[in-house]
């Protein structure tokens, strides 16, 4: 029997949920499986000063363009086929966001610390390298334990035959490590391949990406997908496939091809034409007024569809 | 796809920077970068795990051997058992790379990838570069941004920097490394017909030389002729 709770909800009543000032996780990478229905939600709504921290791509882009954007926290943005983002390049270049830019591992860790519930996660990954000197926030910390210390090697006098003490080489190097701060997330917003009404998501495709790590991070996660299905019905997808449990998930939009334009594999790919014509956008105001004006100013998610249909027709 | 004798030479020059690494995970960026980690897999290293850039661990014919999500590339990549082989913006003297941004990170010029994975992969295990053109504005006296770590500061982070290794930076001129005292890069090979005088015209910073002299530093090999067959049937050629 299933939970009986019904989360389901349209794009528009999830973003009136959201502040403005808010810190957003957006799930996904790069330009692969982005909860663009809600992205374009967001940008056709009030919202600003956001936060966006992300494994950066479109979402990332339109948010920047359409002025939803106060912080930008990522590792990289990318279109993949389209190695620089244009709209996030510009955005950086006039200045016009703020950037928390991190190392890909040291962002994993941020996250992980927030789902975690602790303040920092040690970490080799960003000692040595500029991302301490453009973060200036990012505080170091002491292992309590010499390099090479194994507690399992003691003996049960707590010595270890080598030093004769209790284990720990006095004369042996404390490793400095890097301590990443955890990124708490106000929200995260992840496309999944199939969810139930009461939010227990189905990632299909080869890689998961980080999205139960976003969900995990975040007081609440939002999720679109391409079909919801009753609850007995997702086990057939593989229970290795039901990475997201319920209990993280506020609401549910049902959002056929809500991934489109980035990639959604095995259900469809990344629709290159449409994505060159968004980037190519960035060079002419004129080209970006109108695509704003038929694929974002527009009604709602149906209305998108049917423009994009209307293209290729 | 045909080569040419330089990309022939570059490729076998790139294979050979997983000479002796074993059964670790290969992470080429780019096309070239991964012929060569395929050219080495083929001949002198096929304990070499490689991916296909997506999710999967393939052999050879491109068969699935494995799973390898983005999540299990960090577990990888933290564990040590890695060589990347990247690209880069800019690198300098001490081998520093650059792919975050040019200018002054607050409001950068111009705007690049981001640190990537740069500053973790640096620290944590065997790094590579390629630069496919070679001037004086990829390799610089000093990078913009330090995203890969380079020997100088690697040195500075005792215990620390204990994983670090910039094995080696390819161009399509030559091929640098650093092994010199203070960690500052040595012109290990030329690519033949490549004068020492080519390369420090392009060159923004100073470097050492390998061999007896300037007139005895060593060639860059070209490919056997099973190496040659290689990258034919790699590369759809003949």
Not at chain 1, 181 to 195: C, M
Not at chain 1, 258 to 274: L, M, N, S, V, W
Not at chain 2, 59 to 76: H, I, K, L, N, Q
Not at chain 2, 123 to 135: A, G, Q, R
Request: proline share 6%.
């Amino acid at each position: 029997m299933s939970s009986g709770l019904d989360k389901r909800a349209s794009e528009e009543a999830i973003v009136a949920s959201l502040a403005d000032g808010m810190t957003l996780g957006v799930g996904g990478w790069g330009s692969r499986r982005k909860p663009m229905s809600l992205i374009r939600a967001i940008c056709r709504s009030e919202l600003k000063d956001l936060t966006v921290v992300s494994y950066g791509g479109p979402d990332v882009g339109l948010l920047c363009a359409t002025g939803k954007v106060r912080k930008v926290v990522y590792g990289f943005v990318s279109l993949d086929a389209i190695p620089l983002e244009p709209y996030f390049r510009r955005a950086r270049q006039s200045g016009a966001v703020e950037a928390v830019s991190l190392d890909e591992g040291m962002f994993q860790l941020g996250l992980r610390a927030a789902a975690w519930r602790v303040p920092f996660l040690p970490t080799r990954s960003g000692l040595g390298s500029d991302v301490t000197r453009v973060n200036p926030w990012l505080e170091t910390v002491e292992s309590p334990y010499p390099v090479g210390f194994d507690p399992l090697k003691l003996d049960s006098s707590g010595t270890d035959g080598t030093d004769g003490t209790d284990g720990t080489d006095v004369n042996s190097e404390r490793e400095v490590l890097l301590a990443m701060p955890a990124l708490r997330l106000d929200a995260a917003l992840l496309h999944v391949h199939r969810a139930d009404a009461a939010g227990n998501c189905v990632i299909g495709g080869s890689d998961p990406y980080f999205d139960d790590l976003f969900a995990a991070a975040a007081d609440r996660a939002y999720v679109s997908c391409e079909a919801v299905l009753p609850t007995e019905a997702l086990k057939a997808h593989g229970l290795r496939s039901l990475l997201i449990p319920r209990m993280a998930v506020a609401g549910v939009v049902e959002a056929p091809r809500g991934a489109h334009f980035t990639a959604c594999e095995p259900d469809y790919g990344r629709d290159e034409g449409f994505q060159r014509d968004y980037a190519a956008t960035a060079k002419d105001p004129a080209a970006w007024e109108d695509f704003r004006a038929r694929y974002i100013d527009v009604t709602d998610e149906a209305a998108y569809r049917e423009a994009v249909a209307g293209r290729s027709a | 796809m045909s080569l040419t004798a330089r990309q022939r030479v570059c490729a076998v020059a790139l294979a050979e920077l997983f000479r002796g690494d074993g059964e670790i995970m290969a992470s080429p960026m780019g096309p070239l970068p991964a012929l060569g980690a395929k050219l080495a897999k083929a001949t002198f290293e096929p304990a070499l795990v490689l991916t296909d850039g997506v999710a999967s661990v393939v052999d050879p014919d491109g068969a699935t051997e494995s799973w390898m999500p983005y999540r299990a590339v960090f577990d990888v990549l933290w564990s040590g058992r890695r060589h990347v082989l990247m690209g880069a913006s800019q690198v300098d003297r001490f081998g520093n790379q650059n792919i975050a941004c040019l200018g002054d990170p607050a409001r950068p010029k111009v705007q690049l990838l981001g640190f990537r994975g740069a500053p973790g992969n640096t620290i944590n295990h065997t790094t590579s570069y390629w630069i496919p053109k070679h001037s004086k504005r990829a390799l610089v006296e000093r990078v913009d941004v330090v995203s890969g770590v380079g020997y100088d500061r690697a040195a500075a982070l005792g215990a620390a920097g204990r994983f670090h290794e910039i094995r080696a930076v390819v161009t399509d001129l030559c091929v640098f490394d650093f092994k010199t005292p203070d960690g500052s890069a040595r012109l290990k090979s030329l690519h033949p017909g490549v004068s020492l005088e080519a390369v420090q015209e392009s060159t923004g910073f100073q470097f050492s030389l390998a061999g007896a002299g300037p007139d005895a530093i060593p060639v860059s090999r070209s490919p056997t002729p099973a190496e040659d067959a290689v990258l034919d049937r790699l590369t759809g050629g003949a």
